[in-house]
């Protein structure tokens, strides 16, 4: 049984589908973070359930790997082949097959992306609200767990997926879920796939919870002085129960990244931005009383707008954040952490993050959904200065060692992968093992994905 002879079976099945191109291995073994290229032996396009179903029964019968691949915008390294083997890439599985608007749910096919689905979703007056920030694909997010600036209000993958259709690694094709929005019939299969990324069974389908869109959106930004100031108004604005759609921060270094970025003239110091979802009426009442706690809590330059227009401007620091931090230092690229704590221990572990990487050779900006007490570092490095990657690893191996005293989770939202599949047993000490026995039952020769998220086999 080897991976060529895998290869040569598949051919007929797909045709021009099936690549072994240097230019299609390539694109297809790197990714957006600091690990070196991992390149499949071949890249396949299936079109059907029917043909996914094929391609693993073979690749099964001949012991291949078979790595999926959404949008290759995942930052842990999900998607690189460390064994080779066949990518299986779902770009041609893009359709919005189903749409049942009095029911706000539908069915997609995972190549979909979130921007392309809720463009289709324009004429219902619903909308997907899940977002990462990227464009990332239906069938990766579930894979990831993915969540984003929206999570603090809508929740993340986990609580918008109602049901999948997923193709284990013998071929076999199953349902799990339904379009019911609750169920006490049996094992969650559906959550045990969701945030599986790729180890237990190829994504298919998604049967995804929809949101009606609002009637009215207004954003605001508000500057403080110091970051144990900024992160403790977030909690009281949770607290408070003050409605907020998202609720985001940015440090000073963030904010000077952009202004340089973009010839902005924000103040060169920590940040909150605020959105609101509701009736025009509900959304200026509570942008007003945000507004008047980040005052009470030492907040300046209180702005908001319900305006689509000015909005954007609110907000443009946040979406630009990633981009503006990378084009700080030239030919740098990014080592992009991914903590989770408690809200209460917020405050403090952002800044004990900001003191230590002060302290450190490299940079790195911090910016993050606090609304959920999930934040990033941007850390700095160049490419061929081993010393700088080390720094950045040891800088993020004290996040992570700070997160779980906390009480936290070593990734909020990016996901396990290769990059932090060594602190999994640190966070999950003995149920880390039983993710390995409960992925030996889905895939018991271990073609799915391996080298993530689970314990190494041996």
């Known amino acids: 049984m080897t991976i060529a002879t895998a290869l040569d079976t598949l051919s007929p099945l797909l045709g021009d589908r099936l690549s072994r191109s240097k230019s299609d291995l390539m694109a297809h073994g ?8 991992m390149p499949p032996d071949a890249v396949a396009w299936p079109e059907t359930v029917e043909e996914v179903s094929a391609l693993a029964r073979i690749c099964s019968e001949h012991g291949c790997p078979i ?22 890439d779902f770009a041609r599985m893009n359709r919005l ?9 539908a069915v997609a096919q995972p190549g979909l992306t979130r921007e392309d689905l809720n463009r289709d979703l324009r004429a219902t007056g619903l909308f ?71 180890t237990l069974g190829l994504i298919t389908e998604l049967t995804l919870r929809l949101h009606g869109r609002p009637e009215a959106v207004s954003a605001a930004v508000c500057v403080f002085g110091a970051i144990p100031d900024a992160v403790e108004c977030v909690i009281a604005t949770i607290q408070s129960g003050i409605e907020v759609a998202r609720i985001e921060f940015v440090d000073a270094a963030t904010a000077a990244a952009v202004n340089a970025y973009s010839s902005g003239s924000f103040p060169e110091k920590p940040h909150l931005l605020v959105e609101f979802h509701g009736s025009e009426q509900g959304v200026s009442e509570q942008a007003q009383r945000f507004g008047d706690l980040a005052r ?37 690229r990014a080592v992009v952490t991914d903590l989770c704590v408690p809200i209460s221990r917020l405050a403090e572990a952002v800044e ?28 700095l490095i160049r490419d061929g200065v081993p010393e700088e990657l080390e720094a950045a690893k040891a800088v993020s191996h004290r996040m992570v060692e700070r997160a779980l005293r906390m009480g936290g989770t070593v990734t909020g939202e990016h996901g396990v992968g ?33 080298g993530k998220l689970i314990p190494p086999a041996g």
Not at 67 to 88: F, M, N
Not at 354 to 371: E, Y
């Open 296 to 332: 009470e809590m030492g907040g300046e330059g209180f702005r908001w707008s319900s305006q689509a227009e000015e909005r954007s401007a609110l907000w443009e620091m946040r979406h630009k954040a990633y981009w503006a931090v990378l084009a700080s230092r030239k030919g740098a």
């Open 30 to 37: 790197q990714s957006e973070s600091y690990f070196p290229p």
């Open 352 to 379: 004990e993050t900001r003191a230590d990487i002060d302290a450190s050779p490299i940079t790195g900006p911090i910016f993050g959904h606090t609304g959920d007490g999930n934040f990033h570092a941007i850390l």
């Open 67 to 88: 790595v999926p691949w959404g949008a290759g915008t995942s930052l842990e390294g999900h998607a690189l082949a460390p064994q080779g083997g066949l990518c299986v």
């Open 97 to 105: 097959l189903e749409v049942h608007p009095e029911d706000m749910d």
């Open 128 to 198: 997907f609200p899940v977002d990462p920030g990227a464009n990332a694909t239906l069938g990766g997010m579930a894979a990831t767990r993915a969540s984003g600036t929206t999570t603090v209000y809508h929740g993340t993958m986990a609580e918008n997926v109602l049901g999948l259709q997923v193709v284990l690694a013998d071929g076999r094709v199953i349902r799990t879920g339904t379009r019911a929005r609750k169920s006490a019939s049996g094992y969650d299969l559906t959550r045990l796939f969701i945030g599986s990324e790729g």
């Open 418 to 450: 290769m990059g932090k599949l060594d602190y999994m047993s640190a966070e999950h000490g003995d149920a880390w093992a039983l993710m390995g026995d409960i992925k030996r039952v889905f895939d018991p020769t271990g073609i799915l994905n391996p």
